[in-house]
């Protein structure tokens, strides 16, 4: 979506030279994020289980990037949302399955000794409003509550989402299983894909003779360097510099001389 954003400001700025990269570059976007029915539906599901954001942030942005097909993107992405929901449910009671059965013993005594000590008249009342009250928290699943509660109102960079499922995990345990798998998932292939690249630039049919281990050291070596905060000082290893270049020269000269001969 921001990315979106971005291109249409682009295209507004009036300079020609920008609107001519923004058009080449939203070809290569539209490649690839250019269809909503054809995306991951990881992604969609990984807004969702943002509590800043859930399903009306998604929706506004379906219709912001698809506005043709968003109706469909959103039925589709509330319907498997749902199965997963329920595949979830279905393997927690399974695991809860001996828990609750070794606790409906004592439930059950306590529920009879209250029943006792009251007039049989409003036995049947209280049985009523038990019942109602069990029906109602059925109804409205652990999703259902999760999706009808307000957004978290913290857009603060230093907001953690993994801490927020965690420590709201009591109040929604599937959720919060579900939120442990899906945010887990890479968003992308691009550090993958960038260190094939890498690694071709480093091998390649000039320096085919070049050990695993060697490789390994270059790229490790290369991505040290790009992320390290510190200034380098080239006049630090101006020494250093000089004696190789010396190395480089008399092998060169080793070199001419032994073809002249």
């Not at 000039?206 to 510190?230: G, H, I, Y």
Request: hydrophobic share 35%.
């Amino acid at each position: 979506m921001d990315v979106h954003c971005l291109f249409d400001g682009w295209q507004d700025c009036g300079d020609l030279d920008i609107i001519s990269m923004t058009s080449k570059m939203k070809e290569k976007y539209n490649k690839y994020l250019g269809e909503g029915n054809k995306i991951n539906m990881l992604v969609y599901l990984a807004v969702i289980f943002d509590p800043r954001c859930k399903m009306s942030f998604l929706d506004f942005g379906v219709n912001l990037l698809f506005p043709n097909v968003a109706n469909d993107i959103m039925k589709m992405i509330d319907k498997e949302l749902h199965c997963l929901f329920n595949e979830y449910s279905s393997n927690a009671g399974r695991i809860e399955l001996f828990e609750g059965r070794s606790s409906s013993s004592t439930n059950r005594c306590s529920s009879m000794e209250i029943d006792q000590s009251k007039m049989k008249t409003g036995l049947a009342k209280q049985k009523y409003l038990k019942k109602k009250k069990q029906v109602g928290l059925e109804s409205k699943s652990e999703l259902d509550r999760y999706l009808g509660e307000d957004e978290e109102v913290n857009n603060s960079s230093s907001f953690d989402l993994l801490l927020w499922w965690k420590m709201n995990s009591p109040r929604f345990p599937i959720l919060a299983q579900m939120a442990r798998d899906i945010l887990a998932i890479p968003i992308s292939t691009v550090a993958s894909e960038s260190a094939f690249s890498t690694g071709g630039r480093v091998l390649d049919s000039f320096r085919s003779s070049l050990t695993p281990l060697m490789v390994e050291a270059l790229v490790c070596t290369q991505d040290w360097l790009q992320k390290s905060n510190d200034v380098i000082n080239l006049e630090d290893y101006v020494d250093e510099l000089q004696t190789m270049e010396d190395d480089v020269s008399r092998l060169s000269t080793t070199i001419e001389a032994k073809e002249e001969s």
